[in-house]
């Protein structure tokens, strides 16, 4: 079942806005990754943050995580044409060490 | 080095027939996962197996699906008496150890049409 849930459904900004996306979630979490997927393909891992970490960075991307309001938000900054694609948080929870929980994604579209 | 691997990329069968969709991992990696992806969706887990043995089949949907990973490399989904709602991208996904708490890498995927 799916128990995250990514907000906006749609994003769709100028190149070189920054944009931001938001993860929520329902269960108590060992950790939360986020995960980029171009044309309905392969996923890409993109970064993951476990649950004692409240803020992570990789590039131009930011990762916040609120374990007391089951939230994240994943930042893109200056934003790039390569950049337009699907974003999805999976939630790894305490119960199971193995399996992920996914949201349906955030669609992004960066127009030129 | 190499990536996940799926094949075929694309399946295109009749309602009713047999398919295999083959992954290939990482070497090395224990953990494999299957998933199932509809337009619009996020992955939804079938199966892990962690080495040769299915430690989870719960998110299979029903008896015509079926996994194997005889040598734990390779893995193969099998489904019987395809049926048009079975139409989906089935994506693959390997990782070193229990992919709760180590990355997930996927492959390209197939994409399954039941006509």
């Known amino acids: 079942s799916q128990q995250g849930e990514e907000d906006p459904q749609a994003l769709s900004i100028q190149e070189g806005e920054n944009a931001t996306m938001n993860c929520s979630y329902k269960?108590?979490?060992?950790?939360l990754q986020w995960y980029r997927q171009n044309s309905g393909r392969g996923l890409v891992h993109l970064i993951l943050?476990?649950?004692n970490e409240r803020e992570k960075h990789s590039g131009r991307l930011r990762v916040t995580l609120d374990t007391s309001k089951k939230s994240s938000s994943l930042l893109i900054t200056a934003s790039r044409a390569a950049d337009t694609a699907s974003y999805f948080c999976?939630?790894?929870?305490?119960?199971?060490?193995?399996?992920?929980?996914w949201g349906a994604g955030t669609k992004l579209i960066i127009k030129p | 080095g190499a990536g996940v691997s799926q094949t075929p990329s694309n399946k295109v069968t009749e309602k009713g027939k047999y398919v295999e969709l083959r992954c290939d991992p990482i070497?090395?990696?224990?953990?494999l996962y299957w998933y199932r992806q509809s337009l619009g969706q996020g992955p939804e887990f079938l199966i892990y197996?962690?080495?040769?043995?299915?430690?989870?089949d719960s998110g299979l949907p029903n008896d015509r699906f079926f996994a194997v990973r005889p040598e734990g490399s390779v893995s193969t989904l099998k489904i019987q008496r395809t049926e048009r709602g079975d139409s989906a991208v089935y994506l693959c996904?390997?990782?070193?150890?229990?992919?709760?708490?180590?990355?997930?890498?996927f492959g390209p995927g197939t994409r399954l049409t039941v006509l």
């Open positions: 996904a390997s990782s070193l150890g229990p992919g709760g708490q180590d990355t997930q890498y």
């Open positions: 070497s090395g990696h224990t953990a």
């Open positions: 197996f962690q080495g040769t043995g299915a430690a989870d």
């Open positions: 269960t108590s979490i060992n950790n």
């Open positions: 943050i476990r649950s």
């Open positions: 999976a939630t790894a929870s305490m119960d199971s060490n193995y399996q992920l929980i």
